[in-house]
């Protein structure tokens, strides 16, 4: 449980955060807006699989990308086993899911602020607000809804993430059961310690788990303000 927290902690704050980013950047008038928004599909378009498989290969210790990039700038004298390494195995995932998830979240983002109403900026810009404030003041109230379901949904999909720890770790949720959530500890539990009882009782909790969280959100961000 302890590490389902922490891993939904960055991946959920950390990439709804990113996301907005990314929408509010998008949300620009520039050359090739249209090809970037459409190169942001890819990730999510990518299997789960085939996603685990590129990250692991890139953070492989032996000839992975990430290392020889390290080397290269001389930050690192030596090769880092991060899959085989508890501190840093779950930064891997944490990456490796963000990498995955955030274009959908941004994709949805950046509609929800296409859909605020052009005549409210130009009337802040008549008032003296400056990018800061129209965003603070103007665009987050706006998305608040979206923001909820972003949330949600993150929370959803970083409670019951399998796919990318499997291919990470080889099936194990290693090392030292570094990677291991409470999701897969029910995988584990139901096919690989054949444990079909406990591994049942296991996923009722994360269903309840999920719809507290869901409820959570609902009661935090889905009230209106003059409520």
């Not at 692991?56 to 700038?73: C, E, P």
């Not at 706006?142 to 720890?165: A, E, H, P, Y």
């Amino acid at each position: 449980l302890l590490r389902t927290a922490v891993f939904s902690l960055f991946t959920v704050f950390g990439g709804v955060a990113l996301a907005i980013g990314i929408a509010v950047l998008l949300n620009e008038k520039f050359r090739g807006r249209t090809v970037v928004r459409v190169l942001l599909l890819v990730p999510w378009a990518v299997p789960p699989v085939v996603n685990g498989i590129i990250w692991k290969l890139i953070f492989d210790g032996s000839y992975g990308v990430a290392n020889y990039a390290l080397m290269g700038l001389g930050l690192t004298e030596e090769r880092i086993q991060w899959l085989a390494t508890p501190s840093l195995a779950m930064g891997v995932l944490v990456v490796a899911e963000l990498w995955k998830l955030t274009p959908f979240l941004a994709l949805m983002a950046l509609a929800s602020m296409q859909a605020i109403p052009s005549s409210m900026y130009r009337a802040a810009v008549i008032d003296g607000a400056n990018r800061w404030q129209q965003f603070w003041r103007m665009t987050l109230p706006n998305m608040r809804g979206t923001i909820m379901f972003l949330l949600i949904v993150q929370s959803m999909w970083s409670i019951k993430v399998f796919d990318t720890i499997y291919v990470l770790t080889g099936g194990s949720g290693g090392p030292a059961e570094a990677t291991t959530t409470i999701n897969f500890l029910a995988y584990l539990t139901s096919f690989s310690y054949l444990d079909r009882g406990y591994g049942a009782a296991m996923s009722l909790t994360i269903m309840a788990i999920v719809c507290l969280v869901a409820v959570f959100w609902v009661i935090v961000l889905g009230r209106r303000k003059d409520q």
